[in-house]
């Protein structure tokens, strides 16, 4: 500049005006997704179920870019999982793919990515089939009743049996969820979220 003009001469300094986003991985867009989602999961254990099937697909697939991610990714993360766990039954193999469709989905409406590649996966052969149960027979239900359990065990099964929750529903649990104060003389358990 010097050399083309006489007048004295100070640089400028101007931001840019497009600021590079970088490559949009998973890891990058995991925060932001999980935010979101709270605000629209009340649910705490959906919540919990959400994040924990996000991070298992992280952990298993690596940190692959949102835009390049397709429906072979969903297949091969299902293979994945079966090679390790090969008992998984097939509404857990479902219920792992919607949770990571759901972060897909959440992508879809941020305009990172223009449709949502695990949406129509066909997974109706993969992962066991729902084993059939049998309901007790009388003999068997009082067996279970008379048995000498110790204290927590045995309001754990009350709970199930009276409920009509799976183990695991009860084992998992708050005792804010139980509720003797609000309608007096009726204890109950409520699914909804005490924090709201």
Avoid at 86 to 108: A, E, M
Avoid at 141 to 152: A, C, G, L, R, S
Avoid at 157 to 186: H, K
Wanted: proline letters at 5%; glycine letters at 4%.
């Amino acid at each position: 500049m010097r050399r083309t003009t006489n007048q004295p001469v100070e640089p400028i300094s101007r931001p840019a005006r497009i600021v590079p986003t970088g490559v949009r991985t998973l890891s990058t867009v995991m925060d932001e997704y999980l935010v979101d989602m709270r605000l629209k999961q009340k649910v705490l254990i959906q919540q919990k179920k959400l994040t924990r099937w996000n991070k298992q697909f992280l952990d298993v697939m690596g940190d692959l870019e949102i835009a390049e991610i397709e429906p072979k990714h969903g297949y091969e993360y299902i293979r994945k999982v079966l090679a390790d766990n090969p008992d998984r039954s097939n509404r857990t193999i479902k219920d792992y793919c919607w949770g990571v469709q759901n972060l897909l989905k959440y992508c879809v409406r941020s305009g990172y990515i223009e449709t949502n590649p695990f949406r129509d996966l066909d997974l109706k052969k993969y992962g066991k089939e729902a084993e059939e149960t049998y309901p007790y027979t009388s003999e068997e239900i009082t067996m279970i009743f008379t048995h000498d359990w110790n204290e927590p065990d045995r309001l754990l099964l009350s709970i199930v049996a009276t409920t009509g929750m799976r183990p695991s529903e009860a084992g998992n649990m708050t005792w804010e969820r139980f509720n003797d104060t609000e309608y007096a003389g009726i204890r109950y358990i409520t699914t909804t979220d005490a924090r709201w």
